[in-house]
């Protein structure tokens, strides 16, 4: 059975007869040649190996063309079986890929096997309550549910999922929106504060300045008082004692 791809670089027809050599001992190979077994006993040796078999009746087709064709498509298939990991007896042997009008089978078991590699990749991604019956058994439909059923029932839960990260969303929108309310407020109030303090500064400034400008009138105003009694006192032939004494008494 089909439990590596096949090697393309090497002779398809070589690999094909080593499958058949192998198949033809099994139970299997014994119904493929016989029928189903009954009270007459037949042995495998009756069977003949891969080479025996001449062009015209050999189980399998000879033409290169169609060789390299069927390869193709028993590698996909293939790499499905190991992907899914199909039971080893339930794979196609190699000899099979290469019988007359096999092609159309290859395509329905890829068909078959990437509906299985789906509904396996959603069991893995959603929530189930019991695990879904494995791949073998729903490959060979002896699963105790259905293909069929099981993807309706997957098309349930994707749905069901949709609705809730949809709702989840919802909600992280939300709280994102107030978040960025929180922080468009908080930035309002920075500026609001920045304003007031540089309104407050720019007051006290002014106040300084005034108290500056006061001063500075002031001293002015004493200064001129002092020149013009200074003035007075020299026309009327007063000393400077004389000035300084009169100004002490007026500050008594």
């Known amino acids: 059975m089909a439990t590596a791809l096949i090697n393309t670089q090497q002779s398809i027809m070589d690999q094909i007869h080593a499958s058949w050599n192998e198949f033809r001992r099994t139970e299997a190979g014994m119904i493929f040649m016989f029928g ?4 007459n006993y037949i042995n495998h040796h009756d069977i003949p190996f891969a080479e025996d078999f001449t062009k015209d009746d050999a189980p399998w087709t000879t033409k290169q063309s169609v060789l390299e064709r069927n390869a193709v498509h028993a590698n996909n298939l293939i790499r499905l079986y ?6 080893v007896k339930s794979r196609m042997p ?3 890929f290469f019988q007359n009008g096999i092609v159309s ?5 890829i068909k078959l096997l990437k509906r299985i590699q789906k509904v396996l990749k959603l069991e893995q991604e959603l929530e189930f309550h019991e695990p879904l019956p494995n791949a073998t058994s729903l490959f060979n439909h002896t699963a105790n549910l259905s293909l069929s059923d099981i993807e309706d029932f997957c098309k349930l839960k994707v749905k069901e999922a949709k609705k809730l990260a949809i709702k989840e969303a919802r909600v992280q929108e939300k709280a994102i929106a107030q978040a960025k309310r929180r922080n468009a407020a908080l930035r309002r109030a920075k500026k609001e504060q920045k304003r007031k303090d540089a309104a407050k500064k720019k007051k006290a400034l002014k106040r300084t300045e005034d108290w500056i400008e006061a001063t500075k009138q002031g001293k002015n105003l004493a200064k001129k008082e002092i020149l013009k ?3 007075i006192a020299d026309k009327e032939g007063h000393t400077i ?3 300084i004494a009169e100004l002490e008494s007026q500050l008594q």
């Open 82 to 87: 190991i992907s899914v990991n199909i039971d």
């Open 36 to 39: 189903e077994v009954g009270s």
């Open 94 to 96: 190699i000899w099979g």
């Open 229 to 231: 009694r200074l003035k």
């Open 241 to 243: 004692a004389d000035v």
């Open 105 to 109: 089978e290859i395509k329905e078991q």
